[in-house]
């Protein structure tokens, strides 16, 4: 194993990654149960944004403006057509609705963009490394860490000060109760699906940054290993959620830096063999306290 | 004795039908009637666990890759492993054996390897149990896609004998529903579906929970390993087929079909591997009554996406309602 700085800054920064797409995923988990499987392909669209923005020579504000134009739409329109009509039915069911919703927009992209993809150039310049003291760092890690500190502080801030946030934080312990006190359902819902496809607007632009051959898998992978940072973390709770995913990106990052090559092509075994050994010592998560959700899927 | 025949007899049917339309139809059309009969296979064996236990398992198709490598690497001829497999060591080098007993190898493959993997995890539930399965599949993917010690890695398996005909495929997926209905009949089923309905009832009536699943993710891996034993004998497979998509799909069958009743699980099976076919021929022009329809190439995949999420919409039960067969529907 050879360990660098390098290795640790990347590590962070795909860490604070993973932790914006597990408080996405866990937000609306926490107000509909519902593990949205589609997420991945919601950050892939936000990707192509910003790849035909570059295309089209458009300069970075108006791309990034695109990219979460393009997300936030998707999002509202994920809700009002699937998530709305099956709210209520079965985890399995909406999983699976989850599934053919992301299996729709991957065949769209794969029908509009072709299975090479496309190159998303506009925003590369942040992939270029400072030096400090000797040691190389890409300034995108530094950036990702910084963004993904300000939206876990502004996630925190909507979720304790205002009343959206208490309405959230009410849904995700108890929905029944919640609504019998006077919160709307749909008001929740909604807000809690946008604020998700804001994250997943900033993760598209980080990812695409480090990234930048956009192709219809994108962000695929990602997904699949942050749903499972985010049941070791704990699913029910944002704090938990986030951490989790930070943990499974930093070890991730971190094992895909310092393994050596004839090593790191058994990476998602070694990951996916802890996550594992985790569920089975702490079923309801690393980091919760006591009793976990009680979702039987 | 009134009801369990035709609940019994109507899959089964079901079967032999899309055996006969598939023995007259023209030699390309036949593939797509095989395919369908070994999802068929797939479904029942996912059926077995998820059906009877309520459980979601994204782990059953690292059970079809495994079945497909024991029969795959098993089934080639020693002449040709040099070639196909350059990496290939040990026994696995100079055994070659024949159709049967490699279908019956790979289904072994899969009850052990469910065995192995349902000790430790059996004992989770919900979201963990799912991410658990999830994590198996992933291992199982890797592994064989890069360790080139055990088989052809990344490249296809060709040089398999091309066994799995439609008829071979037809008796494989009546002896899965065979497996399947005896299985849900028998004592051990009940006390299973029991746990599925009413956890806490159940365990105070003394049903281990833990046991009754373990049971049924063993036998459900012997059917999902037979199934990867079909497949890789029926086109040249690789790593890459029995993974995600096909998880996923499957899974949806399953779901759309109406997952807690093994008619469910047929009628989902056939019906998505029906609209899968005409789509995809479609895409190539096809004459159907008095018209033609030529769909451009990729829209297959679209039109199921939304059928899907349509099916789910209107119909969240799945569309038997999760139900067996009954000749009341009939006379309705």
Not at chain 1, 57 to 69: M, R, S
Not at chain 2, 215 to 229: D, H, I, P, Q, T
Not at chain 2, 290 to 306: H, M, N
């Amino acid at each position: 194993m050879t360990v660098t700085w390098q290795t640790i800054a990347d590590a962070v920064s795909l860490g604070g990654i993973y932790a914006l797409m597990a408080v996405g995923i866990g937000l609306v988990f926490g107000v509909l149960r519902l593990v949205n499987f589609a997420y991945g392909q919601l950050i892939m669209a936000g990707a192509f944004a910003l790849a035909l923005a570059s295309q089209w020579n458009w300069p970075l504000w108006a791309g990034i403006l695109l990219c979460f134009a393009v997300v936030l739409a998707l999002s509202e329109a994920m809700d009002q057509l699937v998530f709305r009509p099956l709210r209520g039915q079965t985890p399995a069911v909406m999983l699976v609705a989850t599934f053919a919703v992301a299996f729709l927009l991957q065949s769209i992209a794969l029908l509009w963009f072709g299975a090479l993809g496309k190159i998303a150039t506009s925003v590369s310049s942040l992939n270029t490394p400072w030096v400090i003291g000797g040691v190389d760092i890409r300034k995108i890690s530094v950036v990702a860490v910084l963004v993904t500190l300000a939206c876990l502080f502004a996630l925190q801030l909507l979720l304790v000060r205002t009343s959206v946030g208490l309405h959230m934080r009410a849904a995700a312990m108890d929905f029944t109760t919640s609504r019998l006190l006077g919160v709307r359902a749909n008001r929740v819902i909604g807000s809690a699906v946008l604020v998700s496809g804001f994250f997943a607007a900033v993760v598209a632009i980080l990812l695409t940054v480090q990234f930048p051959l956009v192709t219809p898998s994108f962000a695929l992978q990602d997904t699949i290993v942050v749903l499972a940072g985010v049941v070791l973390g704990g699913l029910n709770r944002p704090v938990p959620a986030t951490l989790g995913g930070f943990t499974i990106g930093f070890a991730s990052g971190f094992l895909g830096g310092a393994l050596p090559t004839n090593q790191s092509q058994y990476l998602d075994s070694f990951l996916f063999a802890a996550v594992i050994l985790v569920l089975l010592v702490r079923p309801n998560g690393l980091f919760t306290r006591h009793g976990g959700s009680a979702e039987r899927l | 004795m009134r009801r369990v025949l035709p609940q019994a007899a109507a899959p089964v049917v079901l079967v032999l039908v899309a055996a006969l339309l598939g023995e007259a139809a023209s030699a390309a059309t036949q593939v797509y009637f095989i395919e369908a009969l070994v999802s068929v296979v797939i479904v029942v064996g996912l059926y077995v666990f998820i059906g009877n236990t309520g459980v979601l398992s994204f782990g059953h198709i690292s059970f079809v890759a495994l079945g497909a490598w024991t029969a795959g690497v098993l089934a080639v001829p020693v002449a040709e492993k040099p070639a196909t497999m350059p990496n290939v060591a040990g026994f696995l080098r100079h055994t070659t054996i024949g159709n049967v007993p490699s279908l019956a190898l790979a289904a072994l493959a899969g009850a052990v390897f469910a065995l192995v993997v349902g000790l430790p995890l059996m004992r989770l539930s919900g979201l963990a149990a799912g991410i658990a399965t999830f994590a198996v599949l992933e291992i199982t993917n890797n592994i064989l896609q890069y360790y080139e010690k055990i088989g052809p890695g990344q490249n296809t398996f060709s040089a398999v004998p091309e066994t799995t005909g439609l008829w071979q495929a037809a008796v494989g997926a009546l002896l899965a529903i065979a497996v399947a209905f005896a299985y849900q009949r028998s004592r051990f089923g009940r006390m299973l579906r029991a746990t599925r309905e009413d956890p806490a009832a159940a365990a105070a009536a003394g049903i281990s929970i833990y046991r009754q699943r373990l049971g049924a993710f063993v036998l459900s891996g012997l059917v999902a390993g037979f199934a990867g034993g079909l497949e890789v004998h029926l086109l040249p497979l690789s790593y890459r087929d029995v993974y995600l998509d096909l998880t996923f799909v499957t899974l949806a069958m399953l779901v759309i079909g109406g997952a807690s009743s093994l008619w469910g699980a047929v009628v989902g099976a056939l019906a998505i591997s029906a609209l899968d076919s005409f789509l995809a021929s479609a895409e190539n022009g096809v004459s159907i009554f008095s018209g033609s329809i030529d769909l451009p190439s990729g829209t297959r995949v679209i039109v199921e996406g939304v059928l899907m999420a349509l099916v789910l919409i209107a119909r969240p039960s799945g569309l038997t309602g999760g139900r067996e067969f009954s000749l009341r529907w009939l006379r309705r």
